[in-house]
T-cell receptor, first 115, second 113 residues
Framework: EAGVVQSPRYKIIEKKQPVAFWCNPI?????LYWYRQNLGQGPELLIR????????DSQLPKDRFSAERLKGVDSTLKIQPAELGDSAVYLC?????????????FGPGTRLTVL | GENVEQHPSTLSVQEGDSAVIKCTYS??????FPWYKQELGKRPQLIID?????GEKKDQRIAVTLNKTAKHFSLHITETQPEDSAVYFC????????????FGPGTRLSVLP
């Protein structure tokens, strides 16, 4: 079974530039998550999708961050404009929500460096 | 909202010894507690989890205990091996399907040969 795929793996940009991250979840998984992981810290949820609906985006800085999950499969996360404090690893995860507790499978992440 | 604390932040043990990592959570309604292992430069991976209706769960060398009254849970690794070296994250979830995780800050475990 293929895992969660993310691209790019690394991105270096100058502040004020836009950047986008892409995630392809495990086939059949209906729930998709975007996390931000700062150095030395645990992942923090930015947004959670159930199919194509964003059901929890309370931690997403909406002035500069946006996300979409068209057709309930792939997802993109965008930052415009990027700030120095956005440097972090952006993790995508997916799960199949059904009865009982469902494991979240993480992708390898995109390491963003804002100069 | 939920707050998860984790201790210690770093832990070094000799190969073959045991390691214990402790987490506390703030919201008594949390009902699902997974543990993730993240090796350097790699993705977090689930290693064990426990639900609020269970006090202890074991999987080979790994065990997790939960004390709901005190709102804390612990990861126990016995007979540690060098490949156990990684960062370990605990998490707590409030919702019924374990989707809304709040992660702890992580513990860097080093197993010395």
């Amino acid at each position: 079974e293929a895992g969660v795929v993310q691209s790019p793996r690394y991105k270096i940009i100058e502040k004020k530039q836009p950047v986008a991250f892409w995630c392809n979840p495990i086939s059949g998984h209906n729930t998709l998550y975007w996390y931000r992981q700062n150095l030395g810290q645990g992942p923090e949820l930015l947004i959670r999708y159930e199919n194509e609906e964003a059901v929890d985006d309370s931690q997403l800085p909406k002035d500069r961050f946006s996300a979409e999950r068209l057709k309930g499969v792939d997802s993109t996360l965008k930052i415009q404009p990027a700030e120095l404090g956005d440097s972090a690893v952006y993790l995508c995860a997916s799960s199949l929500v059904g009865q009982g507790y469902n494991e979240q499978f993480f992708g390898p992440g995109t390491r963003l460096t804002v100069l | 909202g939920e707050n998860v604390e984790q201790h210690p932040s770093t832990l070094s043990v000799q190969e073959g010894d045991s390691a214990v990592i402790k987490c506390t959570y703030s919201d008594s309604a949390s009902n699902y507690f997974p543990w993730y292992k993240q090796e350097l430069g790699k993705r977090p991976q689930l290693i064990i989890d426990i639900r609020s209706n269970v006090g202890e769960k074991k999987d080979q060398r790994i065990a997790v205990t939960l004390n709901k009254t005190a709102k804390h849970f612990s990861l126990h690794i016995t007979e540690t091996q060098p490949e156990d070296s990684a960062v370990y994250f605990c998490a707590a979830s409030l919702d019924n399907y374990g989707q809304n995780f709040v992660f702890g800050p992580g513990t860097r475990l080093s197993v010395l040969p």
